[in-house]
């Protein structure tokens, strides 16, 4: 480890008032630490998860730059989170300023700085193979998916998240990002959006702006996300921000007007925004307490209110959440319909989170549903499935969805440390019909079939199962310490259920341990179960069902037993 040079000035303890950036600094720190130049990229800070939290300034000749809750470890460190000083340098005299955090806490003497990005980083047994998570930190909500076409005709996918990077609790939120080509080998990127004046920055998307309607030029890709900031009254206040990117979406500028929609609602949150062309304008919808706003605008920054829709239909048990509204084919009838995702916290089907949908039709300012107003629709019938929203620009029509494989009922105590949250597997939608409703479909990305490696006996830490089926049978994931997960097939009540009650570490949460069941909509034949180190994602094989669960055995699981007709192929996964 190097040590880190540092002198430690003691001042005067002072209460603090709350800071904002670029700001001359309010306050006296309790503990100031002067970091040299030259000695390394990051201040890696050491964190004691049950601590309480801290402040950590960043300041740059007296001017506070950043400010983030950290719960800085006062008896033992549990692990290190970066703070990545270069963003700062060259202003001035850089001094972190830590608040809040007794003098003799353990955290003072652990501190460590140099370009190593891979520091104090434990594998840990829950860490995924093959989903999307972060290195370090919190992750929840995917935000601003868009596909950026490459010239080779190898594009690129590129995600952004709900992030901490100052620890694996919610807080701090950023825009973490990520790229892929293939929806499954991810690359970590730099931070995409920072906390700034307007508060810390919650969910939203982003478009290619390929006309460049927006003024920042043809190609730009424009983010727009929220920005929520604390009032000394009590509630949040929440507003609708841009910022654009002319690299392709690896660092972004914010709009010097921002907010470009403002609102005196308490929850006012995560736009979706796409172009149009029905209307030749820019539509966005955003979740507004329990209903959607919908808006239209021809250069993404001025924006005219059109309609909003829910108050009367559908499922309320909770908040309305990361919205989504797009156009789907009704497959094998040529026909089309809009489709528009609610997330809903809590009020899901088994507790907590979930994805819950309406179709119909949207003409560009109104979206009417087609069912009526008490028929609920959830778009995955698993625990583990929230905040979906999907990719801008897919390439082929394709409407690819990724949802954060977690649920607000326990998602801060899921046991795994240094990260907290992967993603589910890109997924491809569509809609089917089933008597006189008609359901949105979910199959597993395409991407994912390339991936089947040769067929094994066992199963393995990453690997899809394919049960052929035929009638009722019962599938259960099992390791040698009798943890299990038991998977049901009715074919009599064409429900599916899994049943993860026994599956390895639950005494987390009350609300983990659980069965959950969904309607097969139809004769179920195949089902594919995908199995990484700490999720089930099972999928009828012609997508009528969904069903995401984590799962967290104390080793993995190896054996499948079957019953009834059932046969299983376990293809390892090809990493
Ligand atoms: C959904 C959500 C969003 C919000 C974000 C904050 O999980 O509550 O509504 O923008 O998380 O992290």
Not at 90 to 106: A, D, M, R
Not at 205 to 216: K, N
Request: one cysteine or more.
């Amino acid at each position: 480890m190097k040590k880190l040079l540092m002198t430690i000035v003691l001042t005067a303890l002072s209460t603090g008032s709350v800071c904002e950036a670029q700001t001359v600094v309010p306050q006296a720190c309790e503990q100031s630490i002067v970091v040299p130049n030259a000695t390394g990229r990051y201040l890696w800070l050491p964190i004691e998860e049950s601590a309480p939290e801290g402040k950590v300034q960043v300041i740059t000749s007296g001017i506070l730059q950043a400010e983030h809750n950290v719960r800085m470890a006062r008896e033992k460190v549990d692990y290190y989170v970066p703070l990545d000083l270069q963003p700062f340098r060259q202003q001035g005299v850089l001094k972190v300023c830590v608040q809040n955090v007794p003098t003799g806490s353990i955290c003072f003497s652990r501190l460590s700085q140099n370009d190593d990005t891979q520091f104090a980083l434990k594998d840990e047994p829950y860490r995924p193979l093959y989903h999307h998570a972060p290195l370090r930190g919190w992750m929840n909500d995917p935000n601003g998916m868009f596909y950026m076409p490459g010239t080779d005709g190898q594009g690129t996918w590129n995600l952004c998240y709900q992030y901490n990077p100052y620890g694996s609790m919610w807080g701090n939120m950023h825009w973490g990002a990520s790229t892929t080509s293939d929806l499954v080998h991810w690359q970590s990127q730099p931070i995409a959006l920072a906390p700034d004046v307007w508060g810390t920055i919650f969910s939203g998307s982003a478009v290619i702006d390929h006309e460049g309607t927006a003024g920042f030029g043809e190609g730009a890709v424009v983010a727009i996300y929220t920005t929520s900031r604390p009032t000394p009254f009590g509630a949040d206040v929440q507003a609708q921000c841009i910022a654009y990117s002319t690299d392709g979406g690896r660092s972004f500028t914010k709009y010097e007007h921002n907010p470009v929609i403002t609102s005196d609602k308490r929850d006012f949150r995560d736009p979706k925004v796409f172009w149009n062309a029905d209307i030749k304008r820019w539509n966005l919808i955003l979740a507004a307490g329990q209903e959607m706003e919908i808006y239209s605008s021809p250069n993404l920054r001025e924006w005219t209110f059109e309609s909003r829709f829910g108050s009367e239909y559908g499922a309320h048990g909770g908040v309305w959440e990361c919205p989504d509204l797009m156009r789907l084919p009704v497959r094998g009838t040529g026909e089309q319909k809009w489709m528009l995702i609610c997330n809903i916290n809590p009020g899901g089907p088994f507790g907590g989170s979930a994805t819950q949908y309406f179709v119909g039709q949207f003409d560009g300012h109104r979206f009417i549903c087609e069912s009526q107003p008490e028929v609920t629709k959830w778009m995955d019938y698993g625990k583990d499935h929230y905040a979906t929203v999907t990719f801008d620009n897919a390439p082929r029509g394709r409407r690819v969805a990724i949802a954060w494989m977690s649920n607000w009922q326990y998602a801060n105590e899921v046991p795994t440390r240094q990260f907290r949250s992967a993603n589910s597997i890109a997924r491809d939608l569509f809609l089917f019909r089933d008597g006189t409703e008609t359901f949105c479909g979910v199959n597993p990305a395409e991407e994912m079939l390339a991936l089947r490696g040769k067929p094994a006996k066992q199963l393995t830490e990453a690997c899809e199962v394919v049960v052929s089926l035929k009638g009722t049978s019962e599938i259960t994931l099992a390791n040698a310490k009798g943890e299990e997960v038991v998977m049901k097939y009715d074919d009599k009540a064409r429900t599916f259920s899994m049943d993860r009650r026994k599956s390895g570490e639950t005494a987390f949460s009350e609300a983990f341990p659980c069965v959950t069941t969904a309607p097969t909509h139809g004769k179920m034949r195949e089902l594919r179960i995908f199995i990484d180190r700490c999720s089930v994602e099972a999928f009828d094989g012609e997508g009528r069902m969904a069903m995401t669960n984590l799962v967290f055995p104390t080793e993995p699981y190896k054996t499948i037993r079957l019953t009834g007709k059932a046969k299983a192929t376990v293809y390892p996964l090809s990493l």
